[in-house]
């Protein structure tokens, strides 16, 4: 997605350094709002709140689990598999 400014007015001078994270906080809000969009345009007609809920929290739990492994945090699938006491 591309972040476009909104189109109000800011009250902070051009190039201060709190207008800048001021405008990336409206890109993100920006972008979690056009995802939610995608996401109630993507269920069904008969949709319940709890259907809503359980897709929220699946990209919540995948988001998660993708910024762990981007920084790193990962383990084998067998270390986890030993761990849990699970064979090979």
Do not use: H
């Not at 909104?6 to 800048?20: E, H």
């Not at 993100?28 to 969009?37: D, H, I, L, N, T």
């Not at 345009?41 to 359980?54: C, I, N």
């Amino acid at each position: 997605m591309i972040c476009r400014p909104t189109g109000r007015p800011s009250l902070k001078p051009q190039g201060d350094a709190d207008g800048v994270v001021e405008f990336a906080t409206r890109c993100e809000m920006s972008a979690v709002k056009e995802e939610v969009r995608q996401m109630a345009d993507a269920l069904p007609e008969d949709a319940t709140w709890d259907d809503v809920m359980e897709q929220v929290y699946l990209k919540q739990v995948v988001s998660a689990g993708l910024k762990a492994s981007a920084e790193g945090r990962k383990r084998p699938v067998s270390e986890v598999r030993k761990s849990y006491g699970l064979q090979g």
